[in-house]
Nanobody, 120 residues
Framework: QVQLVESGGGLVQPGGSLRLSCAASGTMFGINTMAWYRQAPGKERELVATVSNTGIPNYAGSVRGRFSISRDNTKNTVYLQMNSLKSEDTAVYYC??????????????WGQGTQVSVSS
């Protein structure tokens, strides 16, 4: 089992910045990815960014160039640096850890979510 604890959400004005953190604990998988998703009111959960255990990032088009995902494997922690925030970035942000078994089967674990609100 893997437990995830997110932090860093809050209220910020448009154009501002926030940094989210997600710390993983428990039995880690050797091959894994970590990701951030978000869900706005009335909308489906969507992928924001992923990072492999070797540090390779990928971004949704709506955040590319504004958000940056990174990880510290010594701390089992993933970060999401969010700059130039817009009102449409308002959502609950969730951290996801995907560990792959020796057979390549994915095992997904989710954090509890942290609220990000962008408003003047």
């Amino acid at each position: 089992q893997v437990q995830l604890v997110e932090s860093g959400g809050g209220l910020v004005q448009p154009g501002g910045s926030l940094r989210l953190s997600c710390a993983a604990s428990g039995t880690m998988f050797g091959i894994n990815t970590m990701a951030w998703y978000r869900q706005a009111p009335g909308k489906e959960r969507e992928l924001v960014a992923t990072v492999s255990n070797t540090g390779i990032p990928n971004y949704a088009g709506s955040v590319r160039g504004r958000f940056s995902i990174s990880r510290d494997n010594t701390k089992n922690t993933v970060y999401l640096q969010m700059n130039s925030l817009k009102s449409e970035d308002t959502a609950v942000y969730y951290c996801k850890y995907t560990g792959y078994s020796s057979f390549g089967e994915p095992n997904d674990y989710w954090g509890q979510g942290t609220q990000v609100s962008v408003s003047s």
